[in-house]
Each structure stands twice: as structure tokens, then as C-alpha cells.
């Protein structure tokens, strides 16, 4: 009954290689989200889609590549992987619209060797 | 650990106490705000949120005061047990979209003894 479910929870893996992260929300939302978390705690946002389109891109390297196949999936792929990589990722999701809160998944924690 | 070399702000209660955590924000053009609870190894949960029409909204055990004058916001847990040891973070967002970008404070550390 989880309702942001993230894939792996772990991912440990080399520079350069290329890894993906999948995201799934079952809450019925059409907005949804990746926040990069680092080892600070800060949270920043990455990118929203929103119907599978595509609304907010906050200045993230283009190695980072969303793709939301539908409104209930948002997946991550990042290539060429470099240390500075290194965070913990969360997935959010939301209903569209100002004042609506937004639901994070438990996070992938990526390490870059 | 997970928190060596963490300097996150930290407030230290003993478990029954009444806890706040402030939250200072810069935008003046915020309009929504959102208190998250972070506990280790999972996702920011939802605690409450709060309008800027309004001053004052309470939850189970939880009160969030906005002060818009100041910027200032602030989350009072009362009676705080141990479960409520986590990170809280304060987020702010503004616009007149119908998507809104969160934008975070840096977390505050609340660590509550038996």
C-alpha cells in the first residue's frame, strides 16, 4: 500500500556508468517530482512533470534524463555518473494545483566509487 | 554514521516537553508553507501546512505559527516523545501557477530523551 514507491533503495556503481531510477506513485496524482537531497540534508528540486509533460527543469546537467511514460511513473536515468552524483534521490508526487502538498517516496541513496 | 559531519541546527527536549522549531524564510512573495518530518533512511512525511491568510493552524500535537512580518515560521509539538526524534524541514513556495516548486530550509535536528 505504499503510495511513492522508489527503485533501488541502494544503487552503488562506478563513474561513468549509466543507471536508472524508476518511481511510482498509486495516490492518483498528475504532478510528480525528483529531489536531490545531499549529504548536507538539503533538499533541492530537479524536475516536475506534470501529465507526463515536462514543467519545471531546475538548471540539472542533461546526463539527467527524466522520462514519465504516465501519470503514475517518473523515472530517472542518468548518465556518465560522476562522484558529485553522490546523494540521496527522492521522488515526490502531488495533485496539480498551489496549495497542495507533495508525497515523497523513501529515496535512492546513489554512491558513485 | 549517516551523521558525522552533519551540522544541521539541533534541538535537544527531554521526552514531554513542548518542542518548537523555527523556520526563517526569505521570500515575501510565499504564499503556502509545509512543515516535513524526515526520519533516518526514509522520505520527508507530511506534518502540516499553512496559508498565508492565515496565522495559525493546529493538528494533532502540532501548531504552525506564520509570522509574515518577519518571515518567521515556527512548529510547536507538544508533549514530544521519542518517536518525534527526526530532521523537520520548513518548505515555502510561491506563485501564481498551478504547479508549485518547493524550496526548503536546511532541517533542524530535534533529538528527544526518555
Known amino acids: 500500500d505504499t503510495a511513492v514507491s522508489q527503485t533501488p533503495k541502494y544503487l552503488v556503481t562506478q563513474m561513468g556508468n549509466d543507471k536508472s531510477i524508476k518511481c511510482e506513485q498509486n495516490?492518483?496524482?498528475?504532478?510528480m517530482y525528483w529531489y536531490k537531497q545531499d549529504s548536507k540534508k538539503f533538499l533541492k528540486i530537479m524536475f516536475s512533470?506534470?501529465?507526463?509533460?515536462?514543467?519545471i527543469n531546475e538548471t540539472v546537467p542533461n546526463r539527467f534524463s527524466p522520462k514519465s511514460p504516465d501519470k503514475a511513473h517518473l523515472n530517472l536515468h542518468i548518465n556518465s555518473l560522476e562522484l558529485g552524483d553522490s546523494a540521496v534521490y527522492f521522488c515526490?508526487?502531488?495533485?496539480?494545483?498551489?496549495?497542495?502538498?507533495?508525497?515523497f517516496g523513501d529515496g535512492t541513496r546513489l554512491s558513485i566509487l | 554514521g549517516e551523521s558525522v559531519g552533519l551540522h544541521l541546527p539541533t534541538l535537544s527536549v527531554q521526552e514531554g516537553d513542548n518542542s518548537i522549531i523555527n523556520c526563517a524564510y526569505s521570500?515575501?512573495?510565499?504564499?503556502?508553507f509545509i512543515w516535513y518530518k524526515q526520519e533516518s533512511g526514509k522520505g520527508p512525511q507530511f506534518i502540516i501546512d499553512?496559508?498565508?491568510?492565515?496565522d495559525k493552524r493546529q493538528g494533532q500535537r502540532v501548531t504552525v505559527l506564520l509570522n509574515k512580518t518577519v518571515k518567521h515560521l515556527s512548529l510547536q509539538i507538544a508533549a514530544t516523545q521519542p518517536g518525534d526524534s527526526a530532521v523537520y524541514f520548513c518548505?515555502?513556495?510561491?506563485?501564481?501557477?498551478?504547479?508549485?516548486?518547493?524550496?526548503f530550509g536546511k532541517g533542524t535536528m530535534l533529538l528527544v530523551s526518555p
Open positions: 515526490a508526487s502531488s495533485q496539480t494545483g498551489h496549495y497542495q502538498p507533495q508525497h
Open positions: 495516490l492518483g496524482h498528475d504532478t
Open positions: 512533470y506534470n501529465n507526463k509533460e515536462l514543467i
Open positions: 521570500n515575501s512573495a510565499s504564499d503556502y
Open positions: 499553512i496559508r498565508s491568510n492565515m
Open positions: 518548505a515555502e513556495t510561491a506563485g501564481n501557477s498551478g504547479y508549485s516548486t518547493l524550496t
